[in-house]
């Protein structure tokens, strides 16, 4: 798509300093960025290259203003100024056009306008796909599920029986919704399954990552609120509730029936313990291990740095002794505490 600085200040909102006619055609970084590109500053230390750019425009703030030597779109938060420059100017195509003549349809399965369905996908009975849903190559949507208007999912995706996907939801490849919770019963030494019998409710604007599993519920839902974004290849459990506007990112792992509450954010590698609930608005860094429910807002570590391999081992030498060494701590105030009376 290619739009002029107006239309592009008019859709973000923007303040134009420049030549309103320009027409742009590409977002760039801002160092790299040519004639025809429209760049942003988000961090200041990048604030140099405002004088040295070759792109056409720039998204800033008004303070940095005066230091940008080219077309300037003012706003309020130019990140945010470039996610929407983003979505206006994506070139992504969709996952399937049409209805592909190799796609396997239930006769009963219900589908709304302008639905798009790629080769190889299965739709099974009981489904319903409402207006405009995108379903592309190879993909499986299991018997009752039903997609929510303009949601769509890539390639080789599969959904479940009894999985409800709210509307404008994007499910990338690979993921899986709906499969069986980790529920099993054991019977001296065997393994008794637990048929899960639960299904899996996501809200609306929710996007799963690439390779992400989500389990469907033993009894009830597991259930994903509105506006959850969640990266690549994690796994969430039956019973998990994700509350609305949180993030998680990458290879993170959620036991059964985890309660996360409202707008919290995840670091990547983290893992949380069966059973517990996090409340709103908790910020958790990468690679922590959450064993006990969170009840206070703020920000949570646990993870290790990295550190050489020679101060490493001598980490974990002493962490070794630490049993031996509280107990003498305790012997020696016992000790002083004798002698202070």
């Known amino acids: 798509m290619v739009v002029t600085l107006g239309q592009l200040a008019a859709h ?3 303040e134009l300093h420049g030549d309103a006619e320009v027409v742009i055609s590409r977002i760039a970084n801002l160092e790299t960025a040519q004639s025809g590109e429209v760049s942003f500053l988000s961090d200041s230390k990048y604030r140099a290259f405002l004088g040295t750019t070759q792109a056409s425009a720039v998204l800033i703030k008004a303070e940095a203003l005066a230091d940008c030597r080219t077309n300037a779109l003012v706003v309020a938060d130019p990140y945010v100024g ?7 100017l994506d070139s992504t195509p969709q996952p399937a056009t049409g209805i592909h003549a190799t796609a396997v349809i239930a006769e009963d399965a219900v589908l709304g306008s302008d639905v798009a369905i790629g080769a190889n996908s299965v739709i099974e009975s009981g489904v319903v796909l409402e207006d405009g849903v995108v379903i592309g190559p190879g993909c499986f949507v299991g018997k009752n599920s039903r997609m929510g208007k303009r949601s769509r999912l890539w390639a080789n995706v599969t959904l479940y029986h009894n999985v409800r996907l709210g509307e404008d939801c994007l499910i990338q490849s690979g993921a899986v919704i709906g499969s069986d919770g980790f529920g099993y019963a054991n019977q001296r030494g065997e393994w008794i399954k637990i048929p ?3 299904g899996v409710v996501i809200g609306n604007r929710v996007e799963i990552g690439a ?4 389990d469907r519920g033993a009894i009830d839902d597991t259930r994903i609120a509105d506006n959850v974004i969640i990266d690549n290849q994690c796994q969430i459990a039956h019973n998990v509730e994700i509350g609305y506007g949180t993030a998680i990112a990458g290879a993170t792992v959620m036991a059964g029936s985890t309660k996360i509450g409202k707008y919290c954010i995840i670091g990547g590698a983290s893992v949380f313990n069966g059973h517990i609930e996090i409340c709103d608005q908790v910020t958790i860094t990468g690679m922590a291990m959450v064993m006990r429910s969170i009840t206070e807002p703020g920000l949570y570590s ?5 550190q050489s391999n020679k101060e490493w081992r001598k ?3 002493r962490v070794m002794h ?3 060494m509280h107990k003498r701590l305790a012997k020696l105030e016992r000790l002083l505490q004798e002698r202070e009376q």
């Open 82 to 88: 470039f996610a929407r420059t983003a979505q206006l």
């Open 315 to 317: 980490v974990a030498a």
């Open 196 to 198: 899960q019998l639960g």
């Open 302 to 306: 646990s993870g290790i740095p990295a």
């Open 211 to 214: 390779s992400t599993t989500i």
């Open 12 to 14: 973000l909102g923007a």
């Open 322 to 324: 630490i049993d031996d």
